[in-house]
């Protein structure tokens, strides 16, 4: 599968972004689908990820209650609503996919082959 992420950009705290990952390739009935984001000299963190059959989804504490994701199965996609955005969400966000779709393993960046090439979000103060 080849993943496209876009929809990145600079917005002021408290503001909102909407990311899209483009998704192409193999039928994605038994993938999960991922957003991860990374800083420089900073681990690639988890972020987000969603089922795509069932639509179950999984939240770092850091973003839940402010971020939803979800997929759109026409159009391929599986977005990333952010809301009420600080300063620390500044990152590069990567969506990634894992064609084994084992929940557990949703929160774990290893358990993703496919990744996008990734979009920036700037936050600022």
């Known amino acids: 599968v080849q993943l496209q992420a876009s929809g990145g950009g600079l917005v002021q705290a408290g503001g909102s972004l909407r990311l899209s990952c483009a998704a192409s390739?193999?039928?994605?009935?038994?993938?999960?689908i991922g957003w991860f984001r990374q800083t420089p000299g900073k681990e690639r963190e988890f972020v987000a990820a969603?089922?795509?059959?069932?639509?179950?989804?999984s939240y770092a504490e850091s973003v839940k209650d402010r971020f939803t994701i979800a997929r759109d199965s026409a159009k391929n996609t599986v977005d990333l609503q952010m809301n009420s955005l600080k300063t620390e969400d500044t990152a590069r966000y990567y969506c990634?996919?894992?064609?084994?779709?084992?929940?557990?393993?949703?929160?774990?960046?290893?358990?993703?082959?496919?990744w996008g090439q990734g979009t920036l979000v700037t936050v600022s103060s």
């Open positions: 990634a996919g894992d064609r084994t779709g084992y929940y557990r393993y949703m929160t774990i960046r290893t358990a993703y082959e496919y």
């Open positions: 390739g193999p039928t994605l009935n038994r993938y999960v």
């Open positions: 969603i089922s795509w059959s069932a639509g179950r989804t």
